[in-house]
């Protein structure tokens, strides 16, 4: 007999636990399952150094802030903690080692068929909380199979204690990048970073403030007024990177969200270093050799190691038809996560101004809200025939 479930949500990472709170808060029955063996199981594979880049009072779950102790910018395990003590205050406890292959809709439109690595279920409603960083993006150049030094992804990556005085290159100037880099030259490693195109640079506080702060109050404004107040903002707190190889965008830098899908690299720390030398800015990539990477600029150097902090994407593709309706050009959700096709959500997909767990908060509340809503006009429409006249 398939197992009938009112709402299952698929994935226990901050998305996945923010919509079980509202659920919860709201008296609507769930299931949510996880295919790892943990709470947010990515935060447990980050990186060892890997911080909040937003600070904790705007990165917050519905119904529990941080803890007053944590720091302003809580690092990879205090995370791991909140998000722990999120699940035990509102009582989620997910299904751990639930891999869902597939989401299809009822013939009769009344729900959703979950194929899993168990069996199937029928849910009347889906929440696809599994996100933007869901299969690593690894891009391929002439001669990367005989490169003989150690490749690997950016999601593989702990710390930079083994390639002390070592060479390494870290490929994307993205937050995961920037930082892995950091993290390599204050362990001894001899680090370049690998900036392929322009790229907005923004400090993590910003004249005394936290990012999402000014942030919030840009986002306010007219696309290209909040752009021109950013870009001299960013001109007093950053100034001109360009002798040190990192060029600027033609477009402003919330622009570059809205439209682009890119997020500008919060400095925590690696400008300093490019600036003293320690972490090299080298251009894009032409082919690898045995032992080494050639540039586009035909240059060359030796690593043992070569890091590809090169992103990631939905995989959405993998559970849905047609996934491609759902989502814009860079994974962003359409619709705000509440899908045209009936009882279909999806949250955490998403690249905001202000800081995606806030995003994931607001989100959270927005479908909770319209799920609760849809179960009691389902209820009233099934007892209305009942009635009498």
Same mark, same amino acid.
């Given at each position: 007999?398939?197992?009938?479930?009112?709402?299952?949500?698929?994935?226990?990472?901050? $998305?996945?636990?923010?919509?079980?709170?509202?659920l919860r808060a709201r008296g609507v029955p769930f299931d949510i399952v996880e295919r790892e063996r943990a709470i947010a199981p990515a935060w447990h594979r980050h990186y060892?150094?890997?911080?909040?880049?937003?600070?904790?009072?705007?990165?917050?779950? @519905?119904?529990?802030?941080? @803890?007053?102790?944590?720091?302003?910018?809580?690092? *990879?395990?205090?995370?791991?903690?909140?998000l722990t003590a999120y699940a035990s205050r509102f009582g989620i406890a997910p299904r751990f080692?639930?891999?869902?292959?597939?989401?299809?809709?009822?013939?009769?439109?009344?729900?959703?068929r979950v194929r899993t690595d168990q069996g199937d279920w029928v849910a009347?409603?889906?929440?696809?909380?599994?996100?933007?960083?869901?299969?690593?993006?690894?891009?391929?150049w002439p001669g990367m199979d005989g490169?003989?030094?150690?490749?690997?992804?950016?999601?593989?990556? *702990?710390?930079?204690?083994?390639?002390?005085d070592r060479r390494v290159l870290v490929v994307?100037?993205?937050?995961?990048?920037?930082?892995?880099?950091?993290?390599?030259?204050?362990?001894?490693?001899?680090?370049?970073?690998?900036?392929?195109?322009a790229l907005h640079v923004t400090r993590r506080d910003t004249l005394g403030l936290p990012t999402p702060v000014p942030t919030i109050a840009l986002a306010r404004l007219p696309l290209g007024l909040a752009d021109v107040i950013a870009q001299a903002t960013l001109k007093l707190s950053v100034g001109d990177l360009s002798p040190w190889g990192i060029a600027r965008p033609d477009y402003g830098p919330l622009r570059g969200i809205v439209e682009h899908g890119r997020i500008p690299l919060i400095?925590?720390?690696?400008?300093?270093?490019?600036?003293?030398?320690?972490?090299?800015?080298?251009?894009?990539?032409?082919?690898?050799?045995?032992?080494?990477?050639?540039?586009?600029?035909?240059?060359?150097? $030796?690593?043992?190691?070569?890091?590809?902090?090169?992103?990631?994407r939905p995989g959405l593709e993998r559970l849905l038809d047609d996934a491609e309706e759902l989502v814009d050009a860079h994974g962003r959700a359409r619709h705000g996560g509440i899908a045209p096709?009936?009882?279909?959500?999806?949250?955490?997909?998403?690249?905001?101004?202000?800081?995606?767990?806030?995003?994931?908060s607001a989100a959270a509340r927005r479908i909770g809200a319209h799920i609760a809503d849809s179960r009691q006009r389902s209820a009233r429409s099934t007892i209305a025939p009942a009635l009498p006249r």
């Open positions: 007999m398939v197992r009938q479930l009112d709402t299952l949500i698929v994935g226990a990472g901050p $998305a996945g636990l923010a919509v079980a709170g509202e060892d150094r890997l911080h909040l880049h937003t600070a904790k009072r705007f990165s917050s779950l @519905p119904g529990m802030a941080f @803890p007053r102790d944590a720091p302003t910018y809580p690092a *990879r395990a205090q995370v791991i903690d909140y080692g639930v891999t869902v292959t597939r989401l299809e809709p009822e013939a009769d439109r009344s729900g959703w009347e409603r889906a929440v696809v909380a599994t996100g933007l960083n869901a299969v690593p993006v690894t891009p391929r490169y003989a030094g150690e490749l690997l992804h950016s999601s593989a990556y *702990r710390n930079g204690a083994r390639w002390r994307g100037a993205g937050n995961s990048g920037a930082e892995i880099a950091l993290d390599l030259a204050e362990h001894g490693a001899r680090a370049d970073l690998c900036v392929r195109a400095d925590i720390g690696t400008l300093a270093r490019i600036k003293r030398g320690d972490i090299a800015v080298r251009k894009g990539i032409e082919r690898f050799d045995r032992d080494a990477v050639v540039f586009v600029d035909d240059s060359r150097t $030796a690593y043992d190691a070569v890091v590809l902090a090169t992103g990631y096709r009936p009882g279909l959500y999806l949250i955490g997909f998403a690249t905001p101004l202000t800081g995606l767990l806030r995003e994931i």
